[in-house]
Nanobody, 116 residues
Framework: VQLQASGGGLVQPGGSLRLSCVAS????????VAWYRQAPGNQRESVAR???????DYADSVKGRFTLSRENAKDMVYLQMNSLKPEDTAVYYC???????????WGQGTLVTVSS
């Protein structure tokens, strides 16, 4: 599977962005999908994940502000980010894992900058 992330950009604090991750090569329905982020000088951290049946889990830092969803018919996963804060600034990566095959794929990253 190949992943392409998009949707990053510059937004003011309190604003919103929607990140997209599209899969090609293999249907995204076969994968658990997660978003990670990495800020300068920090380790990559998990932001949110969605299971193959649509169950979601979020980092405490984004609960209530971020929403992860999937549209298997379009091989897409979306991360809706609301009430953005400067500390959300990072490169965001999508990740797909197939627990049955062990496949673990990463997208190329998209930069989110939250600044006034």
């Amino acid at each position: 599977v190949q992943l392409q992330a998009s949707g990053g950009g510059l937004v003011q604090p309190g604003g919103s962005l929607r990140l997209s991750c599209v899969a090609s090569g293999t249907p995204i329905s076969r994968y658990e999908v997660a978003w990670y982020r990495q800020a300068p000088g920090n380790q990559r951290e998990s932001v949110a994940r969605i299971s193959r049946n649509g169950a979601t889990d979020y980092a405490d830092s984004v609960k209530g502000r971020f929403t992860l969803s999937r549209e298997n018919a379009k091989d897409m996963v979306y991360l809706q980010m609301n009430s953005l804060k400067p500390e959300d600034t990072a490169v965001y990566y999508c990740n797909a894992k197939n627990p049955l095959t062990g496949t673990n794929a990463w997208g190329q990253g998209t930069l989110v900058t939250v600044s006034s």
